[in-house]
């Protein structure tokens, strides 16, 4: 076999068609491992080399089983690909993975002495020359600025609205697998998603929790902003060990051809056979300006949520508690302390009883609970007692109290219409009945808040 193998540049892929090559290049962009119409998985990726960064040669790997494709670990990994075949289709020049002959290795992109590939296809040969031209994409890559451009389609999650399929500028927090073979991810931009209508009759038990979000463990929650909407986002499909496939936390990305949705007036995202992932570089401009915006809105406005101002108005104050600075619901979900008191702006979603007459117990005190979202997060809290009594005014009959939850949950007399409930400020008190379980046993109670409208 030798000791060497010809290596085709990238830019001379044209006097190659329909015959097989070795190519070595950067990887900027894969897509989501997918089921063919046969029995194969599929994964096309994106490369550039010295000689070419622009058009990115797309690469289709097929394989039998889908832990066999390419998992890339990190931004300017390096993939070579030996005896893939040269296709040309809509004036373009692809590379093809061939079953028979086919095979490829990854190298970790970083300078480094170690040439060991951290992953091969089964009929991979590593020869003593690989290390020469790894070095040399490793050198060039390094002192080679990039950036991935602008993209058309790039939206934050604040103008979500509107948009079936976006491309976004996210950071990956976290991916887990929440049941057999469905994995989310975890993703977040620095921006609130905008607040979702909710259908009119939509009460507390169909409402759910972010489950996905609260099931964390309080180790992977703890490490998640307080600030911006973090988007929870699915796959459309199962797929076994999908982890193993996306190595990519804590990274930033652009996730391209994003499915956005609404579930329960709560955004997701789907990732779709047409959905791509490139990784980006912390020095990459649109990463840049995402956290030059993210900080000067902390400095601007604190950690209200982006659609208030300091200035607005509510139904509601917080006696005692006008001096404080708002937090979020995340930060209140993530307090290492065992008890404590927080102001927030949040929405008042749903309550429980819904009908005004049960609010107060067969003895007597109110005891509700209402379901609280900001943002960040969504809550359940108990209003009761005496603090119910705060909220709502002493002595007040049954229609009065009807009237002004029905104002905070955004219910309007107009038939078939959709709520929109009010931002409201709202002190929000915390307890854990466990101090080895801070987290896992946290109650949340409203409290010295007045609503007087």
Same mark, same amino acid.
């Given at each position: 076999? +030798? ?21 070595? +290049? ?15 998985y599929? @994964? ?7 000689s ?16 066999? /494709? ?13 005896s ?5 289709y ?21 300078? *480094? ?38 993209s ?6 604040k103008?979500i609205?509107? $948009?079936?399929f ?7 927090? $976290?991916?887990?697998?929440? *049941? ?20 009119? #009759?939509?009460?507390?038990? #169909? ?21 911006? @909407?973090?988007?929870?986002v ?55 300006? $995402? /956290?030059?915006?993210?900080k000067e ?13 300091p ?22 979900? @993530?307090?290492? /302390? ?13 309550v ?13 005190p ?9 943002p @960040? ?36 007399? /107009?038939e ?23 987290? +896992? ?13």
């Amino acid at each position: 076999m +030798g000791d060497s193998r010809y290596i085709v540049k990238l830019k001379d892929l044209s006097s190659f068609t329909q015959r097989k090559v070795n190519l070595l +290049g950067l990887v900027v962009e894969f897509s989501v491992p997918r089921r063919t119409n046969g029995t194969d998985y599929c @994964t096309v990726l994106k490369i550039i080399d010295q000689s070419q960064q622009t058009p990115e040669v797309a690469v289709n790997v097929f394989m039998k089983d889908i832990d066999g /494709l390419p998992h890339l670990r990190s931004h300017k990994d390096i993939i070579l690909l030996c005896s893939f075949k040269v296709e040309f289709y809509n004036q373009k020049y692809y590379a093809v993975y061939d079953h028979k002959a086919s095979s490829f290795a990854l190298f970790d992109g970083r300078i *480094s002495d170690n040439f060991t590939p951290y992953q091969v296809s089964p009929t991979f040969h590593h020869l003593p020359k690989d290390d020469v031209f790894v070095r040399r994409l490793r050198n060039w890559s390094n002192n080679t600025p990039f950036d991935a451009g602008i993209s058309d389609y790039a939206v934050p999650l604040k103008d979500i609205n509107g $948009h079936d399929f976006i491309d976004l500028v996210c950071m990956v927090l $976290h991916v887990c697998e929440v *049941s057999s073979g469905k994995w989310v991810l975890f993703v977040w931009d620095g921006t609130d998603a905008p607040a979702v209508d909710l259908k009119k #009759e939509l009460g507390a038990e #169909e409402l759910p929790l972010q489950l996905e979000l609260t099931g964390l463990p309080p180790s992977v929650l703890y490490n998640f902003p307080r600030l911006g @909407t973090v988007l929870t986002v699915v796959i459309d499909e199962a797929y076994v060990n999908f982890g193993n496939h996306f190595k990519i936390v804590r990274d930033w990305v652009r996730i391209r051809n994003l499915h956005c949705r609404t579930v329960l007036g709560l955004w997701k995202g789907v990732l779709t056979p047409q959905t791509k992932i490139r990784h980006l570089s912390k020095d990459d401009n649109s990463v840049i300006e $995402h /956290l030059r915006d993210y900080k000067e809105r902390v400095a601007q406005c604190g950690y209200l949520p982006s659609c208030i101002s300091p200035t607005s108005n509510f139904l509601t104050e917080v006696p005692n508690f006008e001096q404080a600075c708002c937090t979020t619901l995340m930060e209140i979900l @993530t307090s290492p /302390l065992v008890h404590g008191t927080f102001k927030c702006v949040v929405r008042f979603l749903a309550v429980l009883p819904s009908e005004a007459k049960y609010f107060r117990s067969p003895s007597g005190p109110y005891r509700m609970t209402v379901t609280l979202e900001d943002p @960040t997060a969504r809550i359940h809290a108990l209003l009761q007692n005496g603090d119910a009594d705060e909220f709502f005014g002493e002595r007040l009959d049954i229609d009065v109290v009807a009237m002004k939850m029905n104002k905070l949950l955004g219910v309007s007399e /107009l038939e078939n219409s959709s709520r929109n409930p009010p931002w409201t400020v709202c002190c929000i008190g915390f307890h854990s009945a466990n101090e080895t379980d801070i987290w +896992g046993s946290r109650h949340f109670h409203i409290c010295n808040t007045r609503l007087f409208m």
